[in-house]
Nanobody, 123 residues
Framework: QVQLVESGGGLVQAGGSLRLSCAVSGTTFNTYAMGWFRQAPGKEREFVAGISWGTYYADSVKGRFTISRDTTKKTVILQMNSLKPEDTAVYYC???????????????????WGQGTQVTVSS
């Protein structure tokens, strides 16, 4: 079965960096778009970054976050720099429902989800 396991979350001061990893198993790796989402308390889950044939970012993280894919390790990486307190949330890795080169931003377009990893940015 498809499994997504996130790691790398933690507590960091504003301006700092964190590197999130998502280990992928049970599915072909390069044929589906992969995405990172986040959910803060009391808010809806929102798209952060995605990768398929290209990369795509939410405006709020553009220029600060970088998504990449390590094919040999079947891992999706989210490098987060210049972190802000408003980046505090649980971060989730997800695999799209269908194959192709598009990078969807809707949660409904993703079928499999990891358990999430907490990121807390202190001011």
């Amino acid at each position: 079965q498809v499994q997504l396991v996130e790691s790398g979350g933690g507590l960091v001061q504003a301006g700092g960096s964190l590197r999130l990893s998502c280990a992928v198993s049970g599915t072909t790796f390069n044929t589906y778009a992969m995405g990172w989402f986040r959910q803060a308390p009391g808010k809806e889950r929102e798209f952060v970054a995605g990768i398929s044939w290209g990369t795509y970012y939410a405006d709020s993280v553009k220029g600060r976050f970088t998504i990449s894919r390590d094919t040999t390790k079947k891992t999706v990486i989210l490098q987060m720099n210049s972190l802000k307190p408003e980046d505090t949330a649980v971060y989730y890795c997800a695999r799209a429902r269908t194959t192709g080169g598009n990078t969807p931003t809707s949660t409904a377009a993703y079928e499999y989800w990891g358990q999430g990893t907490q990121v807390t940015v202190s001011s």
